[in-house]
């Protein structure tokens, strides 16, 4: 059983640069949600995706976008980066129900000069 | 009042030490409750899980949830260096997203 992995581990953009971010889900797993961790901070969550939908947002702004693809890898896209995008960004893939349970992969630390 | 508050730390302990970690939290809509460990540089893993008031225990490690005080706690026993890390909270309502407490970061010195 493979588990989740994410590319590329570390980037540096600039402001008002895009960047994608990849994420490929732990083995069985049709459930894909993204997370941002600034420093010293608790993950927080940004949308999941679900058959290639999502179902569902926090609070983050639309240039915050994302796609899954029938085999249950996704893509994080943010557009006009902003200095406060600096951060881990975490992908968790679930099993599938809604108990919370996440399996996270090692992340991808983006710097935004 | 912060959905879910969590002492940052840093907590130091020796070796052998039992060491406690707590949340508290607002949302009575929380069904499900957890623990992640997350060491520098890498992703958070579940660590327990809990969806009841009461203890749950796992090796060296006890989960307590109080649901009438809004509270829960991760005990470790007999702490190693190895546990060395940040431990997250985590809640569930069910729905789509789960929300984490900041973390609190341990240190177990040999």
């Known amino acids: 059983e493979t588990g989740v992995t994410q590319s590329p581990t570390h980037l540096i953009k600039t402001r008002g640069q895009q960047v994608t971010l990849r994420c490929s889900s732990q083995?069985?797993?049709?459930?894909v949600s993204w997370y941002q961790q600034a420093l010293g901070q608790g993950p927080q969550f940004i949308f999941q995706?679900?058959?290639?939908?999502?179902?569902g947002r926090g609070n983050f702004p639309p240039r915050f976008s994302g796609l899954q693809f029938p085999n249950y890898s996704s893509e994080l896209n943010v557009n006009a980066l902003e200095l406060d995008d600096s951060a881990l960004y975490l992908c968790?893939?679930?099993?599938?129900?809604?108990?919370?349970?996440?399996?996270f992969g090692e992340g991808s630390r983006l710097t935004v000069l | 009042q912060k959905e879910v508050e969590q002492d940052p730390g840093p907590l130091s302990v020796p070796e052998g030490a039992i060491v406690s970690l707590n949340c508290t939290y607002s949302n009575s809509a929380f069904q499900y409750f957890m623990w992640y460990r997350q060491y520098s540089r890498k992703g958070p893993e579940l660590l327990m899980y809990?969806?009841?008031?009461g203890n749950k225990e796992d090796g060296r490690f006890t989960a307590q949830v109080d649901k009438s005080s809004k509270y829960i706690s991760l005990f470790i026993r007999d702490s190693q260096p190895s546990d060395s890390a940040t431990y997250l909270c985590a809640f569930h309502t069910g729905g789509f997203k789960t929300i984490f407490g900041a973390g609190t970061r341990l240190f177990v010195k040999a």
């Open positions: 968790a893939s679930l099993a599938g129900g809604s108990t919370g349970e996440l399996f």
């Open positions: 995706y679900y058959r290639e939908e999502e179902n």
């Open positions: 809990t969806y009841s008031s």
């Open positions: 083995s069985g797993h049709n459930t």
